[in-house]
């Protein structure tokens, strides 16, 4: 640098021009102004600075003196505060859209199987009835979908080894990337043990192997990677992690790469750069939720020209693997006589609920909330077995109905619905770790299965 201007270190705006050496020799002076340099490895620095003139002996300004602190880290943890207020309000959006979807969903799901069993012998509407609940289908895929992003889905974690789940895939994902995608794995053979749900892990890496994927249409190499690492304070801190030991399972590409700005926005639920019809936009977003919700983090690293690199920190954890579960054989539809009040906000669901209870033998009594269900319980004399009520309701929530019922029935059994995972309803408080739940949307089939399994706890 001897010799040389010192503009030649400067990116956005040079730390000395023309104008700025008039100002020097007029006094005036920075203080805390901000300025963005580039290192010689080629990274930026955020700068702030602050001046103040140096004299000669006659009193002339000569010079000038320099004091420049580095307030990059800051910075980074500014913008990262920043991102992480703006993607927790997405995910609340998305919640809640999703809690108001289910209840739609669970409608045409419930009423379509209801027409298919009864066209069964009809081709035409048979196959008309089938194509309603295949649309169905995709639109709960998206629904819950929202839900993994806003972390409001429900998980069933198991001890499990991040290796296996790649090799079951493997097979999987050379379909999925053609011949002309090169697949390769590089899996740390003594990788540690993690708790995670298999099948949403699975969802995380096929997510980011068909995002990789389309970002190389002209073929190319995909690469998994598995490893141990140890987050000491400082790591940990960058991504947002307690320090300790975490399973890193990395998916790197060869293809487009992705600028700053897509990079800013990448996990966003709807945010995609493909062809209109080519995506949702909530492969990402959803990988995304999925590692939230398992307490981990994940990261990307991205060039134009240069693709992509995901990385994945997931905890590592102490306890034994999971033993595998052995699938049973389901069980024929049960029935029932019981008598069942049936408290609903949403007309299509309330109509729904009870037009499966009684074609499976119930007798039903129907309210749309809380004040009227109460009504009911009043005027009717004889005995009712069964509670099933929504979690969120106006004015009187389930819970608070439930608790008021059993207070003047202490015998009746409850049932909740909501379009929420039950994770996210025990966590706030609104309903207790032992209490009946049953997620929106659901079939009528498992809707009977969970009444007569309510019913029958303790001998009912």
Known sequence: MLGRSINVIGESAPLLTPERL?????????????????????????????????????????????????????????EQFIQAQKMEAIARLAGGAAHDFNNVITVISGYGQILRDAVADIPQLKE???????????????????????????????????????????????????EDIELETKLSPDLGLVRADPGQLEQVIVNLVLNARDAMPEGGRLTIETANTHLDEAPARRLGLPPGPYTVLAVSDTGAGMSAEVRSHIF??????KERGKGTGLGLSTAYGIVKQHGGEISVQSEEGLGSTFTIY??????????????????????????????EDEEGVRKLVRSVLELNGYRVLEADCGETAMEISAAHDEKI???????????????ELA??????????????????????????????????FMQKPFTPQDLARKVREVLDVDGG
């Open 314 to 343: 997931l905890p590592q954890t102490a306890e034994a693997a999971s033993p595998v579960a052995v699938e049973k054989a389901a069980a024929p539809l049960p029935q029932g006589n019981e008598t069942v009040l049936v408290v």
């Open 403 to 436: 608790d008021a019922l059993s207070l003047l029935r202490p015998d009746i059994k409850v049932l909740f619905l909501s379009g929420y995972a039950d994770r996210a309803i025990i966590e706030h408080g609104i309903l207790n770790a032992g209490a009946a």
């Open 22 to 78: 008039e100002e020097i020799a007029r006094g005036v002076t920075l203080n805390g102004t901000e300025f963005t340099i580039r290192r010689k490895d080629g990274s930026v620095m955020y700068l702030r600075v602050w001046t103040a003139p140096l004299h000669n002996a006659a009193g002339k300004i000569s010079g000038e003196i320099v004091v420049a602190a580095d307030f990059s880290e800051q910075r980074r943890l500014q």
């Open 128 to 178: 008309a009835a089938e194509e309603v609940l295949k649309a169905a289908d995709r639109a709960a895929g998206l629904a819950s979908q929202l839900l993994v992003f806003s972390r409001r889905q429900v998980m069933q974690p198991q001890v499990l080894d991040v290796n296996g789940i790649v090799s079951n895939l493997k097979r999987m994902l050379g379909r999925i990337l053609g």
């Open 385 to 399: 077995d069964l509670l099933v009520t929504d979690v969120v309701m106006p004015k009187m929530s389930g819970r």
């Open 268 to 273: 966003e639920p709807f945010y995609t750069t």
